[in-house]
């Protein structure tokens, strides 16, 4: 069974206090992990999809880095208005379907 | 580009009632889903469609929760009866055509179902 656990549950920032949040992974043959981020009362927006071990992709003061147990999402220099909900979540090879298993999320609260 | 467009936004129902939720998708996107996401936790699939046939409804809790999407495009989800267990946000998601591609999922903005 695929299992995705996020850390930490909730993170306080203060405004430019770079840090990173965690996204620890287990599933049978990983075809793709997604970062999705999410405020109070909308669906879950789209941020990164990394395919293999070593990739890395940016976006503005987010980076995702992938392992092949972990993924990391820096974030450096955070603006208050980067408080939201940051959800993680796995796609199995050989998954047809496409599911995503998803993370409990990091909620993530940058203080100005 | 228009995205996943859901209604009702909010719904209040006591226990033992049905309801239903409606989701119109990106326009080409032949995949839909359907997540259900209880208060504090990430999103859990209920059912994935690819055009108007049912790819994986694994996690569908078949003996309340019914699901249809006719001509391919809108669907609905029904509770029937409701548990107050069912109390969460009902998202819908679409991508474009699923298979050894990995597409992102778009989602709508969800249904907050309260259940007394």
């Known amino acids: 069974e695929d299992q995705v656990t996020q850390s930490p549950e909730a993170l306080r920032l203060q405004e430019g206090e770079s840090s990173s949040l965690n996204c620890s992974y287990t599933?049978?043959?990983?075809?793709?992990l997604f970062w999705y981020r999410q405020d109070p009362g909308k669906g879950p927006e789209f941020l990164f999809t990394?395919?293999?071990a070593g990739e890395e992709k940016e976006k503005e003061r987010l980076k995702a880095t992938l392992t092949k147990k972990e993924s990391f999402l820096h974030i450096t220099a955070p603006k208050p208005e980067d408080s939201a909900t940051y959800l993680c979540?796995?796609?199995?090879?050989?998954?047809?379907?496409?599911?995503?298993?998803f993370g409990g999320g990091t909620r993530l609260m940058v203080k100005p | 580009e228009a995205g996943v467009a859901q209604s009702p936004r909010y719904k209040i129902i006591e226990k033992r009632q049905s309801v239903a939720f409606w989701c119109n998708p990106i326009?080409?996107?032949?995949?839909l889903y359907w997540y259900q996401q209880i208060l504090g936790q990430g999103p859990k699939l209920l059912i994935q469609?690819?055009?108007?046939?049912?790819?994986?409804d694994s996690q569908l809790p078949k003996d309340r929760f019914s699901a249809e999407r006719l001509k391919g495009v809108d669907s609905t989800l029904k509770i029937q009866p409701a548990k107050l267990e069912d109390s969460a946000v009902y998202l819908c998601?679409?991508?474009?055509?699923?298979?050894?591609?990995?597409?992102?999922?778009?989602f709508g903005p969800g249904t907050r179902l309260t259940v007394t």
């Open positions: 998601a679409s991508s474009r055509e699923s298979g050894r591609e990995s597409y992102e999922q778009y």
């Open positions: 599933v049978s043959g990983l075809r793709g």
């Open positions: 990394l395919y293999s």
């Open positions: 979540a796995v796609q199995r090879n050989n998954n047809a379907g496409n599911m995503l298993t």
């Open positions: 326009s080409g996107h032949a995949t």
């Open positions: 469609f690819q055009n108007n046939g049912v790819v994986d």
